[in-house]
C-alpha cells in the first residue's frame, strides 16, 4: 500500500530563516505531487505541483520554491521566511494520469516568529 | 475556471441530528468529486468520491450524489456522533489545458454536541 510521509511535523523559525521541507512516497512510481498551504481557519492553497523528476510548476508567485529531485521525494523551501509564511503544509499525491483522488500527508505545522 | 462553493459554517449539530452540507461546482467537462474530512492538527483524509453523474459515494455512513443537472455534491449522514467533529472540504479534480486540476471549496467545520 502507498504511504506519504513529512517531516518535520512542527517548527518554528526566526523570520529571515531558511526552510527545507521534505516530503516522500511510498508503494507507487511517477506520482505527481502537490504542496499546500492551509492558513489557520482557512481552505487549501495550491502552492506547486510536479507531475515528474525535476518538472515543477508554481500556483502563486512566493517567497517559497520546491524541488523534486526524486521520483517520490518532492522539497519545499524559502531562503528567507516571512512572518507570512507561517502555517500548515501539507504534501499530497495522486495517480499520474489525473481524475483521481489526491492522498495527504499528516502535514507541517510551520510558525515564524 | 472550474470552482467549488461549500456553505459556510460552523455547523453546530446534536448527537444523532441529520447532516447536510451544502457543496456546488462549476467545471467544464466530467469532473470527478470527493469529500475530504480534516481532524484537528492532521492532514487531509479521503471521505468518499463519485466519478461520473449520478454515482453515488458511500463511507462511514457518509453519502454524496453527483448531480450532474444541478451541479451539486452534497454531503449527508443520518445520524452524526461526536467523533465526526472535524473539517469537511469539497473539491474537484478536473482538466484545465489538459492538465488535471484540483479545486477545493474552503472547508465547513462540524461541531456535535454529546
Known amino acids: 500500500s502507498q504511504t506519504i510521509h513529512q517531516w518535520p511535523a512542527t517548527l518554528v523559525q526566526p523570520v529571515g530563516s531558511p526552510l527545507s521541507l521534505e516530503c516522500t512516497v511510498e508503494?507507487?512510481?511517477?506520482?505527481?505531487l502537490y504542496w499546500y498551504r492551509q492558513a489557520a481557519g482557512r481552505g487549501l492553497q495550491l502552492l506547486f505541483y510536479?507531475?515528474?523528476?525535476?518538472?515543477i510548476s508554481s500556483e502563486v508567485p512566493q517567497n517559497l520554491s520546491a524541488s523534486r529531485p526524486q521520483d517520490r521525494q518532492f522539497i519545499l523551501s524559502s531562503k528567507k521566511l516571512l512572518l507570512s509564511d507561517s502555517g500548515f503544509y501539507l504534501c499530497?499525491?495522486?495517480?499520474?494520469?489525473?481524475?483521481?483522488?489526491?492522498?495527504f500527508g499528516p502535514g507541517t505545522r510551520l510558525t515564524v516568529t | 475556471g472550474n470552482s467549488v462553493t461549500q456553505m459556510e459554517g460552523p455547523v453546530t449539530l446534536s448527537e444523532e441530528a441529520f447532516l447536510t452540507i451544502n457543496c456546488t461546482y462549476t467545471?467544464?467537462?466530467?469532473?470527478?468529486l470527493f469529500w475530504y474530512v480534516q481532524y484537528p492538527g492532521e492532514g487531509l483524509q479521503l471521505l468518499l468520491k463519485?466519478?461520473?453523474?449520478?454515482d453515488k459515494g458511500s463511507n462511514k455512513g457518509f453519502e454524496a450524489t453527483y448531480r450532474k443537472e444541478t451541479t451539486s455534491f452534497h454531503l449527508e449522514k443520518g445520524s452524526v456522533q461526536v467523533s465526526d467533529s472535524a473539517v469537511y472540504f469539497c473539491?474537484?479534480?478536473?482538466?484545465?489545458?489538459?492538465?488535471?486540476?484540483?479545486?477545493f471549496g474552503t472547508g465547513t467545520r462540524l461541531k456535535v454536541l454529546a
Open positions: 499530497a499525491w495522486s495517480p499520474p494520469l489525473g481524475r483521481y483522488e489526491q492522498y
Open positions: 508503494g507507487t512510481s511517477n506520482p505527481n
Open positions: 510536479s507531475v515528474g523528476i525535476g518538472q
Open positions: 467545471a467544464t467537462g466530467y469532473p470527478s
Open positions: 463519485a466519478t461520473k453523474a449520478d
Open positions: 473539491a474537484l479534480s478536473g482538466s484545465t489545458k489538459g492538465t488535471y486540476k484540483y479545486i
